[in-house]
């Protein structure tokens, strides 16, 4: 491989690194790839971002003799794959590159699904468009439709090959035809990169079981428990109920790392050809037309003993790294992180040169924790403390994911109110599971961890509300946290079937492939009775769609939304949480939207004073009523209102 530059080569630009390395590595690849009609434009963008590829690499692989060989043979994959890239995404990477903030349009809004619960297959997801347009939604998560084991494989999270696709669902053919039609219905398709391990049955693990010394140094192998017990003892259980500890014994008695399950074999990212490898798989997936990926289980890619091995500071040069890979070779490519962990370390995976858009999940689980405890407190203090995120990126907010609702608030916020994180995660698994008294919720415990004490929930938002016993606040809940994910800013995200208030699926544990894991119970297929019932006002799903639609509508035309900026509002009332979004002209109270929101099922008043900044007369745009505020405010029962001064 050459690795130096031809001496016939023009002089370097300036962005040629101190230490000439950036040069050479761009010099030596020109050498081969320079000729090729595809290169000019690679080459542009090559030389903007190849010094942060470099830099991010060689936090990792630095230390090698054949590091800049290393970082070569990456940049030549790469572009590889940008001259595989069809026109019309080259086309759309110039079009994001001019706009690079397209994704904090008020107008954004996503829904995520399984194929095969929702549609069946591709065809039935492509027949399913006009439902999405109808819903408006721009985004569409479809949940790892790749090649994975049967009967178990994660729900799509272990992959088999990046490059296929389950064969009920239909060929990865049929895959680009629908982010193409997808695309073309203003809608973008959003897959996952689940970088962090891959499925036992993928060809790399195969090899290396029986013994392929090459693609053993691809995963975590060791030959007995000394490596494993050693690390152990700073790791967290993830799957508890599965396997205990973090790794899996082989047939022939070697160990393998396996942080979910024993069938999920984590990458060895210390191995820079694990890197490319993977990165050709990225840009692979890009090419397909996908617009997000979803990066799935970022924290835990890298391992260093004595650690957690959760949130490494090599996890993020990892991040940064694929993300210059991003722009060099499919710009118009986003990363959204799928980091659930403490909230310091969920932001610290969120910047432009990282991941651009993040799971909420701190959001999500306060969400729930004030439902269950009618006190707005740690809701209102993440917003005011944790909602701002960095120029160039956003939240996306959601109720509830396919996976389990960990409480994943921080301890110390917790105590600023007095609260006992521990004690109040059990209260919260007791209410959710319905072990509590007078609860409406019907969750079901997922992970129960008794030697920790740790325990997650299960249910769809339906059930959590306690639409299934007829509890009659449900509706009004579900339209309550749908209403603060589509009022806070950021990308909404709305799992599909909870728009039409779809309950849980207990047939699952009749299902040995997915009895062991209660997630599924929130999975349930695509309801087409439901479906039909959501244009009938006079049922729950009608309701709860009508509601949503309205909200959706109205988010729309409200500039105020775009972006992520938020004022909190403290209400002064124990069960009323405010915020204002300011109009993108500036923070005048009189222009932007005051939200206000009830979390109890009794009345709760505003007072006069507190209201006292504000103009004497607003309208609330969701109820169409205007209301004197000179007077104070009360809120019905879960009601929430979007104002705006009067005339706005
Ligand atoms: C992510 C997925 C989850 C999966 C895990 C392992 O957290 O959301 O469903 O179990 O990764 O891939
Ligand atoms: C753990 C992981 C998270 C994953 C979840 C799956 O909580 O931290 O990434 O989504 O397990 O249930």
């Not at 490059?163 to 398709?189: N, Q, V």
């Not at 890298?302 to 940064?320: D, F, I, Q, V």
């Not at 007077?631 to 001064?645: D, H, S």
Request: hydrophobic share 40%.
């Amino acid at each position: 491989m050459a690795t130096t530059p031809t001496s016939a080569r023009p002089a370097v630009p300036p962005w040629r690194a101190p230490d000439d390395q950036t040069g050479r590595i761009h010099a030596a690849v020109q050498a081969g790839c320079g000729r090729h009609a595809d290169w000019p434009a690679f080459d542009a963008r090559l030389r903007r971002h190849v010094a942060t590829l470099r830099n991010e690499l060689a936090w990792l692989y630095g230390s090698r003799d054949d590091f800049e060989a290393v970082v070569v043979r990456l940049v030549q994959t790469a572009f590889e794959a940008w001259c595989g890239r069809p026109a019309v995404l080259k086309a759309l990477d110039e079009q994001r590159e001019r706009d690079p903030q397209w994704f904090q349009s008020q107008r954004m809004l996503g829904g995520v699904c399984y194929v095969d619960l929702f549609a069946g297959d591709f065809r039935g997801i492509e027949a399913q468009i006009p439902y999405f347009q109808e819903l408006g939604l721009t985004y569409l998560h479809l949940m790892p439709p790749y090649l994975c084991p049967e009967p178990h494989n994660d729900g799509g999270y272990a992959v088999s090959s990046y490059r296929a696709t389950k064969p009920a669902l239909g060929t990865i053919e049929d895959l680009r035809h629908l982010a193409e039609k997808l695309r073309e219905a203003g809608i973008s398709l959003v897959l996952d990169f689940v970088f962090n391990h891959t499925s036992d049955e993928h060809e790399w693990a195969v090899a290396a079981r029986a013994g392929d010394p090459v693609c053993r140094d691809y995963y975590h192998i060791y030959p007995d428990r000394q490596q494993p017990d050693a690390f152990e003892r700073t790791l967290r259980e993830i799957f508890p109920d599965e396997h205990p500890g973090a790794f899996s014994q082989l047939d022939d008695g070697r160990w393998v790392w396996t942080t979910f399950h024993s069938y999920q074999w984590d990458l060895n990212y210390s191995n820079p050809e694990v890197f490319r490898a993977m990165a050709g798989e990225m840009l692979f997936i890009a090419n397909l037309g996908v617009e997000f990926l979803r990066m799935d289980a970022v924290a835990f890619v890298w391992k260093r003993l004595g650690t957690p091995c959760e949130s490494l500071p090599e996890a993020h040069h990892l991040l940064r790294a694929y993300n210059a890979l991003a722009r060099i070779a499919a710009p118009a490519l986003l990363f959204k992180s799928e980091a659930i962990v403490h909230p310091d370390e969920v932001v610290s995976y969120i910047s432009p040169a990282e991941c651009q858009v993040s799971y909420n999940p701190l959001q999500m689980a306060l969400l729930w924790n004030t439902l269950a405890t009618r006190e707005v407190n740690l809701l209102q203090l993440a917003l005011e403390e944790r909602h701002h995120l960095p120029e160039g990126t956003a939240w996306v907010n959601y109720v509830r994911s396919h996976d389990d609702i960990g409480w994943t608030f921080a301890d110390e916020d917790a105590a600023r109110f007095g609260i006992d994180g521990f004690d109040h995660r059990q209260f919260l698994n007791r209410f959710y599971v319905d072990r509590f008294p007078g609860s409406f919720a019907r969750g079901v415990p997922f992970q129960d961890n008794p030697a920790t004490g740790d325990c997650r929930i299960s249910g769809t938002c339906a059930a959590l509300c306690g639409l299934e016993q007829g509890d009659p606040h449900a509706v009004a809940r579900i339209l309550l946290l749908h209403g603060v994910v589509l009022s806070s800013g950021g990308i909404p995200l709305i799992y599909l079937g909870d728009e039409i208030g779809q309950g849980n699926d207990a047939g699952y544990a009749d299902d040995p492939a997915r009895a062991g894991d209660s997630r599924w119970v929130h999975r349930p297929m695509r309801d087409p009775r439901r479906h039909a019932e959501r244009l009938d006002p006079s049922t729950a799903a009608g309701r709860i769609h009508a509601g949503l639609r309205h909200l959706i509508a109205l988010r729309r035309h409200l500039p105020a939304f775009a972006g992520g900026r938020l004022l909190p509002f403290w209400s002064r009332h124990p069960a009323v949480l405010g915020y204002r979004r300011p109009a993108p002209q500036g923070d005048d109270a009189r222009g932007g939207v005051l939200v206000l929101a009830n979390f109890s099922e009794r009345p709760a008043s505003v007072l006069p004073e507190v209201l006292s900044a504000q103009p004497a007369t607003m309208v609330d745009l969701i109820g169409q009523t205007a209301f004197d505020l000179r007077a104070g405010l009360t809120l019905a029962p879960y009601q929430m209102v979007w104002l705006v001064a009067s005339g706005a």
